[in-house]
């Protein structure tokens, strides 16, 4: 059985590690806006035009010409209390625009991480298994092709086919212009959703299969493998039974490690597809100088990405049986 | 080999090794005439000519003309040979940080943990978030994004020279020389340099696709180069705008050139490290 108490004192040490992760990841942020010249007031109040003396009262209450150092421990006192501060783009709360935001984008990004796990694994599993032959060939030449596509043309080139050229999907929005989204139907909704989520799917495939494949070519190398074929086995049973059960635990680990290239595709496909996620907003934050919002989503960015090398570690140490075994003095 | 009949085609007659060289000769050649007719081109033979507005392709035009009568070919070369730059930029940069690092880390076992904490730093804000925090902390614009992509692309190869060093730290090698009471400094230059120097450069050169890939990215985006500049980013960013109207050309041409520049970088990497890498030379 499981450990629990093993467990708990593992997930323990590593919340505090990240949560000192976390205090450098937004000291670096941090640093790095400052640096630049970014001034929220000029976003604040955008085109409206004000009196020097205004401008002045601003730049107190935002506090632009205080230290970093001051800055950034408001800042912080802030956000320990949950408050992230108001978004500039969008004047509501900045966590209620991540809150919004990060569930369509979830919806999205788990979608195709699973559509996308599922299918490299079975192509890398169809590509050892046939090794060498034409198919294993063509296989490897498409995920090479995907590989150094960059995810953003493979976007653009899926809008041009399917939404212009064939008309099949709209060509972006969540929502159907001129509606709401409290009254968008399920089904409107999902055909907004397909196109981004294919994309998504088809860049994330490469890894996972060639990955896969060498994986299973490894064990198919293998004396056990042999020794099954000897006895008679053979064809998909000898696969199932002797390659798939050793190689599905550490795609899936693969597959949570892949969380950051999956939020980077989705911040390039949703602005593609102007699908309203959590990325879209991050590049109209970055593009607007919306500095609370951009810290925001910087920060959920690390805690997605963290859960997903979690999940990673726990399957890896936990899970997989034969490195339980070796743990036990450890 | 399995089938031994004669064959007249002249691949099937090359050894691996042989095999191998032509792939990074072709590679290579290719790449390296992209540079060098995109510095032979100059800004200003990208001229506009409203008479040939948004033409599609044709033998005078190759990848079509945008809206403002430009050539998208000498456009997309010029962009790509821009790429190629940044890119080499970045991935220098960031070879030059990864071996700094590795360095740091073989010092001692308080640097090297702090080392692999850096890395875990760096990794866990998605890369394209990190590359906008660095491009926009920076100002934006050719700098920007190559500091962005060098200071995000070192963690693989730090990671391997880390290995690397390790493993030669423990060799009876290196003990003797500490024992004849040579520094580290001396151990390292003489003893640990030449060994991983090959996976410096194969390290550098497959970061390349990646800063490559990136680059136009974050320009994609909107963080990166200035729209003036011919960047493969800003064209297809551009050809956005005329996708309703039908211009597929715009987007097509250029992103699979640059699909195709950055698969020449990963294939002449891989095959470079099959050349260096002697265990893989019995394949």
């Given amino acids: 059985m499981v450990n629990t108490e093993k467990i708990l004192k593992f997930l323990g040490k590593k919340i505090v590690r990240f949560i000192i992760l976390l205090i450098f990841v937004i000291l670096l942020s941090f640093i790095l806006i400052d640096l630049s010249p970014i001034n929220p007031v000029k976003t604040y109040i955008s085109n409206v035009i004000i009196s020097a ?55 999205l990004m788990i979608t195709s991480w699973l559509f996308s796990g599922v299918l490299g694994f079975l192509l890398g599993v169809i590509a050892g298994f046939k090794k060498d032959t034409i198919i294993d060939k063509a296989i490897k030449v498409y995920c090479y092709i995907l590989q150094s596509a960059p995810a953003f043309w493979i976007a653009l080139v899926m809008l041009m086919v399917f939404s212009i050229y064939l008309g099949w999907f709209p060509s972006g929005l969540g929502v159907p212009i001129g509606s709401l989204s409290e009254n968008v139907t399920f089904w409107e909704w999902l055909n907004r959703l397909i196109l981004p989520m294919v994309t998504l799917s088809i860049v994330g495939v490469a890894s996972i299969t060639l990955y896969t494949r060498d994986k299973l070519i490894e064990v198919m190398n293998s004396d056990y493998f042999l020794f099954a074929k000897a006895r ?27 969380f950051s290239e999956l939020f980077g595709g989705a911040v390039l496909v949703e602005q593609i597809f102007t699908y309203p996620g959590i990325g879209q907003a991050a590049v109209s934050a970055g593009l607007r100088s919306d500095v609370p919002l951009l810290l925001g989503i910087v920060i959920f960015s690390a805690i997605f990405v963290y859960c997903g090398n979690l999940i990673a570690d726990i399957l890896y140490n936990f899970v997989d049986p034969r490195i339980k075994e070796g743990e036990e003095d450890g | 080999m399995v089938n ?57 035009h190759l990848f079509g003309t945008d809206w403002m009568g430009r050539d998208m070919f000498t456009r997309t070369l010029k962009g790509l040979g821009l790429s190629v730059q940044i890119g080499a930029g970045a991935s220098i940069l960031s070879s030059i940080i990864a071996i700094a690092m590795a360095l740091m880390g073989s010092i001692n076992k308080y640097l090297d943990s702090l080392m692999s904490w850096l890395i875990d730093l760096f990794l866990s804000i998605p890369h394209i978030l990190l590359i906008i925090l660095i491009s926009i902390g920076l100002g934006g614009g050719a700098f920007g994004v190559t500091m962005g992509v060098a200071f995000t692309h070192w963690t693989t190869l730090a990671r391997v020279l880390r290995a ?14 500490e024992r004849f009471g040579k520094s580290r400094l001396w151990i390292a230059r003489h003893h640990i340099l030449p060994l991983i120097v090959t996976q410096i450069i194969v390290g550098t050169i497959l970061i390349f696709p990646h800063a490559i890939m990136h680059e136009a990215s974050v320009t994609f985006l909107g963080f990166g180069l200035s729209p003036h500049e011919p960047a493969i980013g800003i064209i297809l960013s551009e050809s956005m705008k ?21 698969l020449l970088f990963d294939i002449a990497g891989e095959n470079i490290k099959k050349l260096l890498d002697p265990t893989s030379a019995n394949e």
């Fill in chain 2, 164 to 177: 690397d060093i390790k493993q030669i730290n423990t060799s009876d090698y290196v003990k003797l020389s």
């Fill in chain 1, 232 to 258: 008679g086995e053979r064809g998909w049973n000898l696969i199932t039974r002797h390659g798939i059960r050793n190689i599905l635990l550490p795609a899936i680990t693969l597959q949570f490690l892949g």
């Fill in chain 2, 4 to 60: 031994s009949k004669k064959s007249y085609n002249p691949l099937s007659r090359m050894n691996l090794r042989q095999k191998t060289l032509l792939t990074i000769g072709l590679s290579v050649l290719i790449l390296v005439l992209v540079v060098i007719s995109s510095l032979f081109i100059n800004s200003s033979d990208i001229t506009t000519n409203f008479k040939i507005m948004n033409q599609p392709p044709s033998f005078e």
């Fill in chain 2, 242 to 262: 005329y996708l309703a109207t039908g211009d597929w050309w715009l987007a097509l041409f250029p992103g699979l050139a640059l699909l195709i520049l950055v």
């Fill in chain 1, 53 to 107: 003396d205004q401008i002045a009262k601003l730049e107190a209450y935002w506090g632009v010409n205080e230290p970093i150092t001051s800055k950034m421990v408001n800042w912080l006192g802030n956000v320990v209390k949950g408050d992230l501060g108001t978004s500039l783009i969008f004047r509501i709360p900045v966590i209620d625009v991540i809150k919004e935001r990060f569930t369509a984008s979830l919806v």
